[in-house]
Nanobody, 123 residues
């Protein structure tokens, strides 16, 4: 059972990388999926989450209008399209699953975490 996040790296401000979270060993269909981030010296925050049932989504105010979460159950993968990146988006980004969370995004509601992928935005 594994969640593998990828797609991070060094990106210029204004760039548009896409993060991927691929699951192996279980089907993502039945789980809410969240993307979270942790910047140096800060706590982990919910960036965007998507429900398993109706595809409803949540976005943090800081990313609303710039990031888009989507899921491809056939590929067992969830994506985070990040546009118009800013220096303050620099963080380690994690994906995680929850049976209970719906589209809500508190980290405590998510119980299986992948390793993070570092996104560094250069200005």
């Amino acid at each position: 059972v594994q969640l593998q996040a990828s797609g991070g790296g060094l990106v210029q401000a204004g760039g548009s990388p896409r993060l991927s979270c691929a699951a192996s060993g279980f089907a993502l269909d039945y789980y809410a999926i969240g993307w979270f981030r942790q910047a140096p010296g800060k706590g982990r925050e919910g960036v965007s989450c998507i429900s398993s049932s109706d595809g409803s989504t949540y976005y943090a105010d800081s990313v609303k209008g710039r990031f888009t979460i989507s899921r491809d159950n056939a590929k067992n993968t969830v994506y985070l399209q990040m546009n118009s990146l800013k220096a303050e988006d620099t963080a380690v980004y994690y994906c995680a699953t929850s049976r209970m969370a719906g589209s809500s995004c508190p980290p405590i509601a998510y119980d299986y975490w992948g390793q993070g992928t570092l996104v560094t935005v250069s200005s």
